[in-house]
T-cell receptor, first 114, second 109 residues
């Protein structure tokens, strides 16, 4: 079945630095990938839709200059949290879908900004 | 506004004690309803897709059902390894995937 790989699983960074998270579709091509954020005991909130070869579509309230998304190939999307602050600490999860199949998720990245 | 509400927020069961989780939705239009299982520190794992009222899907001790307003995830004779957060998500006609907040299930042996 479809597999989505996300890396790293955990990252700790200092305030003001940038962090890049990778999301790969391992056995299928994904023209669209999705980035979610999840706070403890809360549901997944869609941040943006990543489109291969074009600009990402951001949800209302998500700062596109802070959360940079690049979808340079059909199997890789990256999310870069720029100038991270403690309030950016969260669980970030990517997902992708083969046509006609349900959405599959990566295992998430726990970001802690100190 | 599209809304997906899951209940209860948390559920504690004894091993073997069957129960049901609820997912009620108010959306612009239903293209599909999904159930996922999420273990702590992990991404959601796909369980079922339901597309129309009356549809049922089964997998081991789990059975998902769908009506026009809600879905149930029935757990029969649960085991401790069924402990997880169960998420419901609705794919709307607006091509959005709206998640509920989840039900945290704990099964004690």
């Amino acid at each position: 079945g479809a597999v989505v790989s996300q890396h790293p699983s955990r990252v700790i960074c200092k305030s003001g630095t940038s962090v890049k998270i990778e999301c790969r579709s391992l056995d299928f091509q994904a023209t669209t990938m999705f980035w979610y954020r999840q706070f403890p005991k809360q549901s997944l909130m869609l941040m943006a839709t990543s489109n291969e070869g074009s600009k990402a579509t951001y949800e209302q309230g998500v700062e596109k200059d802070k959360f940079l998304i690049n979808h340079a190939s059909l199997t890789l999307s990256t999310l870069t949290v720029t100038s991270a602050h403690p309030e950016d600490s969260s669980f970030y999860i990517c997902s992708a879908r083969e046509p006609g199949s349900p959405l599959h998720f990566g295992n998430g990245t726990r970001l802690t900004v100190t | 506004e599209d809304q997906v509400t899951q209940s209860p927020e948390a559920l504690r069961l004894q091993e073997g004690e069957s129960s049901s989780l609820n997912c009620s939705y108010t959306v612009s239009g239903l293209r599909g309803l999904f159930w996922y299982r999420q273990d702590p520190g992990k991404g959601p794992e796909f369980l079922f897709t339901l597309y129309s009222a009356g549809e049922e899907k089964e997998k081991e001790r789990l059975k998902a059902t769908l009506t026009k307003k809600e879905s149930f995830l029935h757990i029969t004779a649960p085991k401790p390894e069924d402990s997880a957060t169960y998420l419901c998500a609705v794919h709307t006609y607006g091509n959005k995937l709206v998640f509920g907040a989840g039900t945290i299930l704990r099964v004690k042996s």
